[in-house]
């Protein structure tokens, strides 16, 4: 195993799955948000808001996910 295959398992991966967990975190929080104040359009345009974020971070932390995957494969030469 060498040096950057260490550092994409202890490092690198790890960071990005607590990344994808905490989108998908602040994703629930904009849903239960937007359902529980379902009386005031402010709360649920804020709801709305945080539910937009969380799928941008969600989509950003897969690309970053699949490139880390692509350069490992196919630049690095390991899985």
């Known amino acids: 195993m060498n040096f950057m295959q260490k ?3 202890a490092i690198l991966q790890p960071i990005v ?14 849903v239960m948000k937007f ?4 009386s005031s359009e402010d709360a649920q345009q804020e709801g709305k808001k945080h539910m937009m974020w969380g799928v941008v971070g969600l989509a950003i932390m897969l690309s970053v996910w699949g490139i880390l995957n692509f350069i490992n494969e196919f630049v690095m030469g390991f899985s």
Do not use: E, S, T, W
């Open 7 to 9: 550092i994409n398992d």
């Open 17 to 30: 799955l607590l990344l994808m967990a905490l989108a998908v975190g602040y994703f629930l929080y904009g």
């Open 35 to 38: 359902v529980k104040d379902q």
